[in-house]
């Protein structure tokens, strides 16, 4: 027989992952801390700003609010009249995409991160040109994998390139990830077989 009182134990914190433990706190966070207390400051940091979208966007939004549709799962892979004007340029281009080749994000942090998902597994080594997105280095260490930062020479901004070409060699990288020098980085990935994001 089964009893009809459900008995329940108390709800408790649920403690986060060893992946979300050793990962970067945001550096954003840090500087917004030091500076929370002082009065008049406006924050201009991503996702910080105090403004309001603009009055046509939520007179908009309040209008879209009751359209049943918006209240589904979207198409996996993003809108699908954007990816259909992504392909139309890029034929432009001579550049020939079937819609399983473009996925549209929310932005470029999702973007990097399903990237990073897609191509590495836990302990990949990859290595991170600096200077970086501090946000490409959280998603590579949610990832589990092994971050390893290329410095830069100071006098010239560009990647120490010796430095690099020896991490390369030493950890052999699922990844190169540079926000500044993709094109630079291809000759010397592809000589390791190395993808470049």
């Given at each position: 027989m089964i009893?009809?009182?459900?008995?329940?134990?108390p709800?408790?914190?649920v403690?986060?992952?060893?992946?979300?433990?050793?990962?970067?706190r945001?550096?954003?966070?840090?500087?917004l801390?030091?500076?929370?207390?002082?009065?008049?400051?406006?924050v201009l940091?991503?996702?910080?700003?105090?403004?309001?979208?603009?009055e046509?966007a939520?007179?908009?939004?309040?209008?879209?609010?009751?359209?049943r549709?918006i209240h589904?799962?979207?198409?996996?892979l993003?809108?699908?009249p954007?990816?259909t004007?992504l392909?139309?340029?890029?034929?432009?281009?001579?550049i020939k995409?079937?819609?399983m080749?473009?996925a549209?994000?929310?932005?470029?942090?999702?973007?990097f991160?399903?990237?990073?998902?897609?191509?590495?597994?836990?302990?990949?080594?990859?290595?991170?040109?600096?200077?970086?997105?501090?946000s490409?280095?959280?998603?590579?260490?949610?990832?589990?994998?092994?971050?390893?930062?290329?410095?830069?020479?100071?006098?010239?901004?560009?990647?120490?390139?010796?430095?690099?070409?020896?991490?390369?060699?030493?950890?052999?990288?699922k990844?190169?990830?540079s926000?500044?020098?993709?094109?630079?980085?291809?000759?010397?990935?592809h000589?390791h077989?190395?993808?470049?994001?």
């Amino acid at each position: 027989m089964i009893s009809s009182t459900l008995r329940l134990r108390p709800l408790q914190a649920v403690a986060p992952s060893n992946r979300l433990a050793r990962t970067e706190r945001p550096y954003i966070e840090d500087v917004l801390d030091a500076y929370r207390d002082l009065e008049n400051l406006t924050v201009l940091a991503l996702g910080s700003s105090s403004w309001n979208p603009p009055e046509k966007a939520l007179s908009k939004a309040e209008k879209e609010i009751f359209n049943r549709e918006i209240h589904r799962y979207g198409e996996i892979l993003g809108y699908p009249p954007l990816q259909t004007e992504l392909r139309r340029l890029l034929r432009q281009q001579g550049i020939k995409m079937d819609k399983m080749d473009i996925a549209v994000t929310a932005g470029a942090n999702q973007a990097f991160l399903n990237v990073a998902t897609l191509l590495t597994d836990a302990q990949d080594d990859v290595v991170v040109v600096a200077p970086y997105y501090f946000s490409h280095v959280m998603a590579l260490q949610l990832c589990d994998t092994k971050v390893h930062v290329c410095p830069f020479d100071s006098k010239t901004l560009q990647p120490d390139w010796p430095t690099l070409k020896t991490m390369i060699e030493a950890h052999q990288p699922k990844m190169v990830c540079s926000s500044r020098f993709p094109i630079s980085l291809q000759s010397l990935a592809h000589l390791h077989s190395v993808i470049v994001v």
